[in-house]
């Protein structure tokens, strides 16, 4: 059970406008974060390494990734406007829940969360959390 996903609201402010900048191409995104009680948080996004735009999902190898367990999921966008993951998404799945942002990504309600079924997941957009600079 994976719970309420909680995306900080930079977060899914950054997946909206990474999708918009990578339109009409697709956007690939690695979802950082950290699983509680009650739920997942997802607080940071990173590019994937040697990720190649417009090269759709399959360009992204699971295997060039570095072992971060921090990494929730994938988030990639679906510039033909679906909102539900395709066969070659469910199976090229990474992570623990997979995020589709759909076309014309304008709000969050554009962003859909996903388990490793495909079946939609519960999700809520919360204030950043305050980080606690080293200095
Ligand atoms: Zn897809």
Excluded: C
Aim: negative net charge; hydrophobic residues 35%; aromatic residues 8%.
């Amino acid at each position: 059970m994976i719970g309420l996903v909680r995306f900080e609201k930079s977060v899914a402010d950054s997946l909206l406008s990474y999708a918009i900048d990578s339109y009409p191409k697709e956007a690939i995104l690695l979802l950082r974060g950290k699983t509680g009680k009650d739920g997942m948080l997802i607080n940071d996004v990173l590019i994937p390494p040697l990720a190649t735009h417009g090269r759709g999902f399959s360009s992204f190898s699971s295997t060039m990734l570095p072992m971060d367990l921090s990494i929730m999921g994938v988030s990639h966008s679906h510039p033909s406007g679906s909102n539900q993951p395709s066969m070659h998404d469910i199976n090229h799945f990474y992570g623990r829940i997979m995020v589709i942002v759909a076309y014309p990504f304008q709000s969050y309600s554009d962003i859909g969360v996903f388990n490793s079924h495909g079946d939609r997941l519960p999700h809520e957009i919360v204030p950043d959390s305050i980080r606690e600079d080293p200095q």
